[in-house]
């Protein structure tokens, strides 16, 4: 049986699953929502090799693309959205609520239309884990799409409570989100998040907790993997990018909450590089 083509998404917070490995789970669902300037192409070669690598069907939340200026000036408006979300938002823990499904998909429609919200993939990863409800999702994001999703988690918790996101937990790669939902902290019952970041990416300093770690104050910082990436100085962009970011330890930490081993097989490695040059092929990037 040939192998299936990994889909190019066209439409900005387009969710298209990806499981190279034909793995027969779906639970937990898995996500990946994409950062600024990822082409298509990009963000499906990501999610497929996401897929391989975690050997678990990922679901790609596309954060269209409209160029630089654009994608800076959507960045800056849900940066402001994030930072409101605690500043102008409740600051407690919200009481959670036992609903049923049919309940869940009215609130979810009712939210959709009330809501002001500048990035269709927010919307559209809010949906994403609403309809999830009192299922786990875990959720890889990286850059913008930590803006992205921790304002679909500030949703969920505004909507459905703080016990809702005890089944949410995020894998934040170079995150500059200034503020995530109090219900997500494990220490809160939720299901936590683990940040992975390099100290001298300029995108992560914006996140005030790591400009705090960078400056020595670490007693602020959450758990995760953070380093200092050599060569590219004290401050820049270079060790911004979604490769080096997931060299992080990311994925042992991602694979032994999936139930894998943290070490790959040798036959493994063999198997998914095949895998990857595969989809590199039916996708149509060579990088």
């Known amino acids: 049986m040939a192998p299936t083509i990994p889909t190019v998404p066209t439409k900005d917070g387009e969710v298209n699953k990806y499981n190279l490995l034909a793995v027969p789970v779906n639970s937990p669902k ?5 950062g600024i300037r990822n082409s298509a192409k990009d963000h499906a070669l990501t ?3 996401l897929s391989i690598v975690c050997e678990h069907p990922v679901h790609g939340v596309y954060n269209l693309s409209n160029g630089a200026i654009l994608d800076l000036g959507q960045c800056i408006l849900d940066y402001t959205q994030n930072a409101s979300a605690r500043v102008l938002g409740n600051r407690k823990l919200v009481p959670g609520k036992t609903l049923r499904q049919d309940e869940v998909q009215q609130i979810v429609k009712e939210t959709v239309q009330g809501s002001l919200v500048w990035n269709q993939a927010t919307v559209t990863l809010f949906r994403e884990v609403a309809n999830n409800y009192g ?3 875990l959720i890889i994001a990286h850059s913008q799409g930590n803006l992205i999703t921790s304002n679909a988690l500030f949703t969920i918790e505004r909507v459905f409570g703080s016990a809702a996101l005890k089944y949410v937990r995020v894998y934040s790669l170079a995150s500059p989100s200034p503020a995530w939902p109090l219900g997500l902290r494990h220490t809160n019952g939720g299901g936590g998040r683990q940040e992975n970041a390099f100290m001298n990416d ?3 300093l ?6 705090a770690a960078k400056l020595g104050v670490t007693r602020f910082q959450n758990a995760g993997d953070f380093r200092t990436h050599a060569g590219s100085g004290l401050v820049g962009l270079t060790p911004h990018g979604v490769n080096e970011n997931i060299a992080l330890n990311f994925l042992r930490s991602i694979r032994t909450d999936l139930g894998k081993s943290k070490e790959f097989a040798p036959d493994f490695l063999e198997k998914s590089s095949k895998k990857a040059d595969d989809a590199m092929k039916m996708i149509g990037v060579n990088h």
């Open 30 to 34: 898995l996500y990946y929502v994409n």
């Open 206 to 211: 914006l996140r005030p907790h790591n400009m």
């Open 135 to 137: 299922q786990n999702s």
């Open 47 to 49: 999610a497929s090799l």
């Open 202 to 204: 300029l995108v992560s």
